[in-house]
Structures are given as C-alpha cells and as structure tokens.
C-alpha cells in the first residue's frame, strides 16, 4: 500500500511569512494527525482530525496555526505569520482504529 | 511537563551484542507503549508495541519489557545489527484518547560494525 504522502519536503520562509503543507493518508484511514517535531525533541501532536471533524486540537497555536481535512481525505497545515521558533518538521500521519499511526516523511521547515 | 522520557540521549554497542533503550512514564493512565525506530529525513515507523495488561512482548530480535510498577518500559534488540542504527521513540497513550501518541525525547542508537 501506498505510505502518507507530505508535500513539500523542505521549505525556507522568513519569519512573519506564511507557509502551508500538505498530507494525503493512507487510502482508507480514517484518522489523520499533525505532528510538530522540533530538533531534539519528540513529536508533538497538534491536531487530529476523525474523517474531516477535529477530534483534538488542544496544543494547536490557534492564533497563528490552522488546519483543515476537506472531505475527509487530504489535509493542509498552515502557519501566519511564522515565527523562528516554528522552525521543526511537521510530520502527518495517518491510521485505522486501534492500529498504530503510519508517519510521512515529514516537511522541514526553517524560518530565518 | 515531560510524560514520557528517556533519559539516555545516545546508546552505541559494538554488533551482535544486546542494545537496551530505556524510557519512564508518570502518567497512571497510560494503557498503551509503543516504539517508533527514524531513519535520518524520514518519519518514525512502528517498532513493537505493549499493552498495559503485559509485561513482555516479542517480535523476531526486539522484546518489549514493561514495569508497571516502575513505570519504566525497555526496548531489548538481540543480536544488534548495524542497520539497526537510528533514533528510537517511546511512546504511550490512554485508551480513553487512542491515537494522541506521547512521544519521548528520542534515544539515538549507534551499532558500530
């Protein structure tokens, strides 16, 4: 089967620019995450989202993050403006109820 | 507040011999244990898991260990092979939340030949 799939791979803003990344899962899973993993760190979920509904999005930075899952399949993160410590990969993944979470590659983002 | 660590940043064993990852928990609530191995520019990919109501699970060379009452788990790897040189995470979650893994900090093994 076809893994997640995360567009781009790397990407190079300025701070206060605006960025946005995009995740097409795994055909058939329901469930769709977007992790922040900043270097050094592990991954930290920001949102997750059941079909096209936001089951939990507690540690997403509302006032510059969003995101959105039309029509349940693929999803979008954006971030505006950006700031320098958004600098991380943001990793989606993607599973099927009680099964563990398949993860793209990430996208890495750098903010100067 | 860090519910999940592993304390060792870096591990390097000589091949064929044992690697051990260790990770600590503090939140009771956690049902599930999971390991994710990364390879350099790409994402975690599922090692092993536990569930709460086992203390030990095995699959080929990797044997998950879990203390409960320790709230400690451990990742053996026997024999250590060089390709299996990256960053190993633990993770956990609570039935009641499925899916909002809590990852460690990341354990970066080195199996030198």
């Known amino acids: 089967e076809a893994g997640v799939a995360q567009s781009p791979r790397y990407k190079i803003i300025e701070k206060r620019q605006s960025v946005a990344f995009w995740c097409n899962p795994i055909?058939?899973?329901?469930?769709l995450y977007w992790y922040q993993q900043i270097l050094g760190q592990g991954p930290k979920l920001l949102i997750q989202f059941q079909n096209n509904g936001v089951v939990d999005d507690s540690q997403l930075p509302k006032d510059r993050f969003s995101a959105e899952r039309l029509k349940g399949v693929d999803s979008t993160l954006k971030i505006q403006p950006a700031k320098l410590e958004d600098s991380a990969v943001y990793l989606c993944a993607s599973s099927q109820e009680a099964s563990p979470l398949h993860f793209g590659n990430g996208t890495r983002l750098t903010v100067t | 507040d860090q519910q999940v660590k592993q304390n060792s940043p870096s591990l390097s064993v000589q091949e064929g011999r044992i690697s051990i990852l260790n990770c600590d928990y503090t939140?009771?609530?956690?049902?599930?244990f999971l390991w994710y191995k990364k390879y350099p520019a790409e994402g975690p990919t599922f090692l092993i898991s536990?569930?709460?109501?086992?203390d030990k699970n095995e699959d080929g060379r990797f044997t998950v260990f879990l203390n409960k009452s320790a709230k400690h788990l451990s990742l053996h790897i026997v024999p250590s092979q060089p390709g299996d040189s990256a960053v190993y995470f633990c993770?956990?979650?609570?039935?009641?939340?499925?899916?909002?893994?809590?990852f460690g900090q990341g354990t970066t093994l080195q199996v030198k030949p």
């Open positions: 536990i569930s709460s109501i086992k």
């Open positions: 055909s058939g899973h329901a469930t």
């Open positions: 939140n009771s609530m956690f049902d599930y």
């Open positions: 993770a956990a979650y609570g039935s009641s939340n499925t899916g909002k893994l809590i």
